[in-house]
């Protein structure tokens, strides 16, 4: 699954370039986790996570977008062009590259998210620190594990 809906005791996703996007309701009692690479921002997942917390009940609505693989690294074939609009792409020495994360918070903005509550890395899984995984940098299947509780009582 890509995303998960919980009101205990946790949920999570695993990622390495791919964006992992918590979302959490203002009374703490519901949380939501899902994966977004690029396949899930063409088909919609940011506003389906948001759409999929408001109808468990989630209102006041506040989220973060973990460590993703930036534009700076993201080169990306021509393909992308008919599938994302032209301000999450960009050009530079005769390549594409893809700004996952403005797709992510465009999409987001869309639903109505504040975008004062909404915390965003701004690391890059690629070039960042070497914490991160990166199967573009690394090409070894590794992941980050992003998980969200509710807030207890």
């Known amino acids: 699954a890509d995303g998960w809906v919980?009101?205990?005791?946790?949920?999570?996703?695993?990622?390495?370039?791919?964006?992992?996007?918590?979302?959490?309701?203002?009374?703490g009692r519901l949380v939501g986790a899902f994966h977004a690479g690029w396949r899930g921002l063409a088909a919609g997942m940011p506003e389906a996570a948001v759409k999929a917390m408001r109808e468990a009940g989630a209102r006041d609505l506040s989220g973060a977008l973990g460590p993703l693989i930036g534009p700076c690294c993201y080169?990306?074939?021509?393909?992308?062009?008919?599938?994302?609009?032209?301000?999450?792409?960009?050009?530079?020495?005769?390549?594409?590259?893809?700004?996952?994360?403005?797709?992510?918070?465009r999409r987001l903005a869309a639903t109505g998210l504040p975008s004062d509550r909404l915390e965003v890395s701004r690391e890059c899984t690629s070039c960042g620190p070497t914490a991160y995984f990166s199967w573009r940098r690394d090409r070894v299947r590794r992941s980050l594990f992003s998980f969200i509780a509710p807030r207890a009582g």
């Not at 919980?6 to 979302?23: E, H, I, Q, R, Y």
């Not at 020495?93 to 918070?105: C, I, M, P, S, W």
């Open 6 to 27: 919980s009101d205990g005791p946790a949920g999570g996703v695993f990622s390495a370039d791919c964006a992992a996007l918590l979302l959490w309701s203002g009374d």
């Open 75 to 105: 080169d990306v074939g021509p393909e992308f062009e008919g599938m994302f609009p032209a301000s999450s792409l960009s050009r530079r020495d005769g390549k594409l590259y893809f700004d996952q994360r403005a797709e992510a918070l």
